[in-house]
């Protein structure tokens, strides 16, 4: 009885294990941008060459995170970056799987005629999947993101107390966005620059089991957000059911 109660103790997984992510994370992205801004030619009379060089570099720690297994071996919880995550059990490896969704929007009006507009979306994917036998684990992500600007193209500086816009039109070739000048294309007498971006990345790191068979205070951290930034899904009564 006491051989048989052992060995039933020792293949439970209730256990908690070491996730080091490297921070140095190769992606792949595109990016495509529509705009309406006229671009400026310039006549080159002579190649410019700077006397200046400049040179950077950064390094970053590894980024750590927690994952706790239920007693049956069938369910898991991840903490990573502040956020928990349930997983379940799929063969040897555990998957994970989790979205970040953000909304942001600002707008400026004045009473005469200017608007400028603001607004961003980005919708995250994230797949972990961690093999506790071979102590290995691999992490996919996919982001999608789109950002807009619009800004009225022409309006009177006198009324608005405003003579030069806010819109980066040199970021497109552009001259700037001026009040009492023709800046964009199209008879709407509105400017936008719209940008999109879609990055990927496949990052493999290791695993390390720990003495801990519970990872304290996961009621204190939020689920994954889903719509709009400003609404948090701070989720202080989740229960893992293991303690």
């Known amino acids: 009885m ?14 908690v294990w070491l996730v080091e992510t490297p921070s140095d994370v190769q992606e792949d992205c595109t990016s495509t941008v529509d705009h309406n801004i006229i671009v400026e030619e310039y006549e080159d009379d002579e ?8 040179e950077s570099s950064s390094e970053y720690s590894p980024q750590l995170s927690l994952f706790q297994t239920s007693i049956n071996g069938k369910e898991g919880v991840l903490f ?8 379940q059990k799929d063969g040897s490896s555990w998957v994970f799987n989790w979205n970040d969704n953000n909304q942001t929007k600002s707008e ?12 961003s979306t980005s919708d995250s994917q994230f797949v972990m999947t961690l093999d506790t036998r071979t102590e290995t684990g691999t992490l996919t992500v996919r982001i999608s993101s789109q950002s807009s600007i619009y ?9 608005v107390g405003m003579y030069s816009g806010d819109l980066y039109a040199y970021s497109v070739g552009g001259g700037g966005n001026y009040a009492e000048d023709t800046d964009c294309e199209g008879n ?12 990927a990345s496949n990052t493999a790191f290791k695993v390390t089991k720990t003495a801990l068979d519970s990872i304290d205070g996961f009621e204190y951290y ?17 229960d893992t059911g293991w303690w």
């Open 80 to 87: 990573i970056g502040g956020v928990i995550v349930p997983g």
């Open 151 to 159: 800004e009225t193209d022409r309006w009177s500086s006198d009324e």
């Open 222 to 238: 939020r689920s994954p957000s889903n719509g709009n930034s400003s609404d948090y899904d701070y989720d202080y009564d989740y």
């Open 47 to 54: 190649e410019y060459v700077s006397e200046w060089t400049y």
């Open 108 to 119: 400026r009006r004045h009473e005469s005629s200017y608007v400028y507009i603001n607004e």
């Open 2 to 15: 006491m051989i048989m109660l052992f060995a039933c103790n020792m293949f439970q997984e209730n256990t």
């Open 188 to 199: 709407d007498n509105m400017c936008f620059i719209n940008t999109t971006s879609e990055c």
